[in-house]
């Protein structure tokens, strides 16, 4: 088992999470920020037959439910669906982390704005500065 907790923002601490491993399943129960890179150092991957249980629907346990569902993109869990058990209303929440992350996903393509800043010489490379607009 692997926990985190922090009741209140905190930059050395991510928010609720707690891991658990039976047998072959993992549990993931509150998906709070910075649990998916914590779960990335942990280093355990690909892992598989992933669930997950949300306490309650606040921010604190939920905000890193995107980056978990993006799978290999995210944090190589081997799952085709993300199976995700809550208190009522979850399902409306999980529609909309997942609409949310599909429209960035596809807006991303399409609003890349190029500004001409110059040449930016940085160590033989000149990079191109890129705004993505915050939905």
Known sequence: ???S???SPNPGRAEACILIKAGENYFVVDSGDGNVANLRNWRKFPIKNVRVLLTHLHSDHISDLNDLHQGPMGC????KKLDVYGPKGVENVTKGVFKKLLKRIINLETSIT???WGPLDVAGFDPTPLIYPIQ
């Open 1 to 3: 088992m692997w926990f």
């Open 76 to 79: 190589s869990i081997e799952n």
């Open 5 to 7: 907790f922090s009741i």
């Open 114 to 116: 190029v500004m001409n």
